[in-house]
């Protein structure tokens, strides 16, 4: 099994420019997440998954948006990048509530 | 709401020796579960310990314990025997019993592990 994955590994937009983040998993994970990391603050989530076709908002939503085609498949779309979403970002995904949560290796955005 | 503090931006440790990292949260709420994730140079979040609120037992994993303070909101994490693969930052994640399976992350502590 690959996990978690995301891609791109790296990317720069500029102010206004629109993208979006891959991320798939291959163990029929339920739940998927998207979180942000910045420095000295954690990481705080912005959206997640209860199952394909349900998305919910986590605690730093705006700009972002999400959606669940498929129980593999995860996109987060930055529909018009400001300065402030420069950020490392996560996706995570787990069996079922309370489960553990398994991470991609991250997608690093420079906004400019 | 749920709050995790580190209190300790950083740490250093012999390689061998032991150390152990310092994590409160803040939570009403009786079921509940607790993580340390380990964030090595990569950037790759690695599970390191779970640990469910309803379990008095403390969790072990190889040289990797921890000791959950229930009343107390404490849930520290002890490395024995330290290796230089462990220098990595640490973070403590809460995650509550609810619908969301938010977790909720304290802002880490940088380990270093000196030769």
């Known amino acids: 099994n690959a996990g978690v994955t995301q891609t791109p590994k790296f990317q720069v937009l500029k102010t206004g420019q629109s993208m979006t983040l891959q991320c798939a998993q291959d163990m029929n994970h339920e739940y998927m997440s998207w979180y942000r990391q910045d420095p000295g603050m954690g990481l705080r989530l912005i959206h997640y998954s209860v199952g394909a076709g349900i998305t919910d908002q986590g605690e730093v939503p705006n700009g972002y948006n999400v959606s669940r085609s498929t129980t593999e498949d995860f996109p987060l779309r930055l529909l018009s990048a400001a300065p402030s979403q420069t950020s490392v970002y996560f996706c995570?995904?787990?069996?079922?509530?309370?489960?553990?949560?398994?991470f991609g290796p991250g997608t690093r955005l420079l906004v400019l | 709401a749920q709050t995790v503090t580190q209190s300790q931006p950083e740490m250093s440790v012999q390689e061998a020796e032991t150390v152990t990292l310092s994590c409160t949260y803040d939570?009403?709420?009786?079921?509940?579960?607790l993580f340390w994730y380990k964030q090595p140079p990569s950037r790759q979040m690695i599970l390191v310990i779970r640990?469910?609120?309803?379990?008095?037992q403390n969790a072990t994993e190889n040289r990797f314990s921890v000791n959950f303070q229930k009343a107390a909101k404490s849930f520290s994490l002890k490395i024995s025997d330290s290796q230089l693969g462990d220098a990595a930052m640490y973070f403590c994640?809460?995650?509550?019993?609810?619908?969301?399976?938010?977790?909720?992350f304290g802002t880490g502590t940088l380990l270093a592990v000196q030769p």
């Open positions: 939570t009403s709420e009786s079921d509940y579960y």
């Open positions: 640990q469910e609120a309803y379990k008095q």
């Open positions: 995570a995904s787990s069996r079922g509530l309370q489960e553990t949560q398994y």
């Open positions: 994640a809460y995650l509550d019993g609810g619908a969301t399976n938010k977790l909720i």
